[in-house]
């Protein structure tokens, strides 16, 4: 594989694959064991335009499993608060023979960019409102690990949808393999046309989205993207798009509640739900690790 940009460029038969070494060492994580040194002596740079936790630390937490080193880069820290170009800095990185470049950026096709004009390996660790493909995949590795397929199960994903580029990884990744995907959240935070572009169900209310779910995935409101007055409040969103224990019983018994964090609890996700049993938010973070080192030992350069 060249670059992960996108679930959009990732044929199905890639990302099963990917699942599938995922697989591996999440396993040798789980028992201790050292993953395979398979990128010993070799440069990952991330490059963070915005504030991250769990993606960061789990792409370095990966390499670092693999025997790579890691360069740490963000705006404030860097040459671009002198005004050096996104393409000059990720230029010069890349004279320092870097394996891989892990870019998060608040412009949608930033890391499309880069991937015309490096031949460095580019990771998209989240563009804009455009997608998170390592976010989707490891959602999608939680969800067969819990449920043993992907195929068939349905999902409905709740909350800010216009400005989620996990809703949209996820709703390409999991249509890709056979799920049955739903999106639900307020009219003013629904995409115009959003169905028939990711062949999804589009919901205008929770309710009707959540009855037979079998997994729930709560989102975040984007307030960093939000323009204008699109919201009531957060006190009404809640009201109407919270998940929270008692609207879970119109989901299938047992269903699964996830969550890409971070999480504002008590806002899109009841405090204690989060915490339940049924909450797969700390295996998704666990899955998150194995799903990057998968990927990152996947890339050619
Ligand atoms: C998401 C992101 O950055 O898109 N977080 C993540 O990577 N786990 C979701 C969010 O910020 O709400």
Known sequence: MRHLLGIEELDTDKALALLERAEFHGKAARTGEISPGSLRGKIVVQLFFEAST?????????????????????????????????????????????????????????????????????????DGTHEHPTQALLDAFTIRQRLGRIAGVRVAICGDISHSRVARSNALLLGKLGAEVRVAGPRTLLPPRFGEAFGVRVFDRLEPAMEGADVVMALRIQRERLVGSLLPSTRDYSRSFGITRARMRLAKPGALVMHPGPINRGVELEGALADAPESLVLEQVEAGVAVRAAVLEALES
């Open 54 to 126: 769990r993606t960061r630390a789990s792409f370095e937490a990966a390499a670092k499993r693999l025997g790579a080193d890691v360069i740490n880069l963000s705006p404030s820290s860097s040459s671009v608060t002198k005004g050096e170009t996104l393409l000059d800095t990720a230029r010069n990185l890349e004279a320092m023979k870097s394996h891989a470049m892990v870019l998060r950026h608040p412009t949608s096709g930033a890391p499309h960019f880069l991937a015309r004009h490096l031949r460095t390996s580019i990771v998209n660790a989240g």
